[in-house]
């Protein structure tokens, strides 16, 4: 790819860390926040990745700011891609992409320590855990309240197909699309 577009796909990509790390500021310290730029990065990030993969090279390839931050990121990154894949328009890609950035805001509210900790987790631990797409999808209703299609992807981002999932063990059909391809992205990521 060209260095212009190279330059603008990591911009996107740092565009999107800023306010990502902006939001997670406002949700620890309890202050209201809104959407800001977000849609417009994740549009840009979708116009992007239509346009080279530079993006995803960088996903794949580095790891950059806190690592909740990062996998938000990485997660839309890869979500725009299956989406891409699915075939997916422009504005549905867009969509894909904002959901997939805010998909874990609920684990702002979780005790900092807690996401770092390795080893085996305790039941009450397992059950904040699990209760953060419901608090996520909260925020969020809060945040940008014309959206409430936002707020029903995060709620549903954990489920699976098979019922395995949460906060409601959904199955099937019960659970949006765009959920389900979200929920694999972030399991990539994680891998």
């Known amino acids: 790819p060209a260095p212009v577009a ?7 990509y740092i565009k999107a860390e800023t306010a990502l790390l902006a939001i997670a500021k406002s949700i620890r310290t309890q202050q209201p926040f809104s ?6 990065i994740a549009s840009g990030m979708a116009t ?3 346009q080279d993969d530079t993006l ?11 690592s909740l931050v990062g996998n938000l990121v990485h997660t839309a990154i890869f979500a725009i891609k299956i989406g891409m894949g699915m075939g997916y328009r422009s504005d549905e890609l867009s969509r894909l992409a904002l ?14 320590p807690m ?5 085996r987790w305790s039941k009450d631990r397992i059950d904040l855990l699990h209760n953060h797409p419901v608090q996520g999808a909260e925020l969020l209703r809060r945040a940008a ?6 707020s029903e992807i995060v709620m549903q981002e954990h489920e699976r197909m098979d019922g395995t999932g949460y906060p409601k063990r959904l ?14 992205a972030d399991v990539l990521d994680a891998m």
């Open 35 to 40: 959407l800001g730029d977000l849609p417009q």
């Open 171 to 184: 199955q099937g059909p019960q659970i949006q699309e765009m959920a389900l391809v979200i929920g694999m």
């Open 6 to 12: 190279i330059r603008l796909a990591v911009d996107w």
């Open 145 to 150: 309240p014309d959206a409430l299609w936002l």
């Open 115 to 119: 996401l770092d900790e390795a080893g």
């Open 48 to 50: 992007s990745l239509a």
């Open 56 to 66: 995803m090279v960088r996903a794949i390839s580095h790891q950059s700011g806190p």
């Open 99 to 112: 959901a997939s950035l805010v998909h874990d805001v609920g684990m702002f509210l979780l005790p900092e």
